[in-house]
């Protein structure tokens, strides 16, 4: 679990891992040089529970980093990155495993994903850092991305055909938080951050074999997180130069050509044309509401 300044979700998230019924692991903690009480939370769990391996960095080294380095630190033959504001289903762990241990070719297994907002949390939600839509257009929005975010369909086939299918639902990142095959998932790695790296993995992760969604399962994610405070902070966050600001998509798009091909690329043409035409339109609307809300905040 890679962490920065969770303490308002932590408690839950930790307690979820803590309570699967698949037992047998190593939960791994890396704190991202927090400000607030999460290490001091993490520290408690970590005398009640021996499973439990707690790290705190010197520095913040961002969050592409923490989820890398969580990785480097697993011994396992499997291995789950959790987010420290998602919950599980006490057998979501026992269920995904069953089916990884089942059959070779599946590389990657999720169970399905619900959504949840700060409507249905029993904590102070104005102390949630959340997205910089005004109320009249926030109700759309998260509905378009709840439908986005539990796209998380079995994908098998030829390798163009993997691809394509996985590009179609790049807005769906619930997939990371499934569980994998550790020593493939390691050969997966991008060194280098940027939006829709995550996509990038698993593109990767692709070629070693196919994902499944063991639907009896379900692994709850927040819908207000980074992707829902506009493109400007997603690129920040994923340590975009200027030109990556300006053209959000450009870097992913950047990687696929060179990782899989041009041709790749023309026969994803329409994909990569609406992400990146996507891209521009967020920016837009991002300063738009950064101008409105500065306005409003002055009068």
Known sequence: ?????????????????????FTDFEFIISDNSSTD?????CQNFLKKDERIKLFKQNENIGIHRNFNFLLSQAKGEYFAWTAVDDYLDDDFM????????????????????IPYGTDSLEIDTKLIETS????????????????????????????????????????????????HRTKQLKQCIVEKP??????????????LGDFYEESSTTLYEFDE?????????????????TLGILFPFYPFTNWVIKNFGILTFFKNFDIFFRMNLGGEFALFVDIFLRIFNRFKKDY
Do not use: W
């Open 225 to 241: 997180g980074i992707s829902s405070r506009g493109i400007i902070n997603m690129a920040k966050y994923s340590g975009h130069s």
């Open 94 to 113: 026992e269920k995904n495993l069953k089916i990884l241990e089942s059959d070779n070719s599946i590389v990657s297994s999720i169970g399905r994903i």
């Open 132 to 179: 910089n839509f005004p109320k009249f257009l926030k109700g759309f929005v998260k509905q378009g991305r709840r439908k986005k975010m539990t796209d998380t369909d079995p994908i098998s086939g030829n390798m163009d055909h993997k691809i394509r299918t996985f590009l179609k639902i790049t807005k769906s990142l619930g997939r990371f938080y499934g569980v």
């Open 37 to 41: 009480s999460t290490y001091q939370i």
């Open 1 to 21: 679990m890679p962490v920065y300044n969770g303490e308002l979700f932590i408690k839950r998230a930790i307690e979820s891992i803590l309570s699967q019924t």
């Open 194 to 207: 940027f939006i829709n790296v995550e996509v990038s993995v698993f593109l990767n992760l692709l070629k």
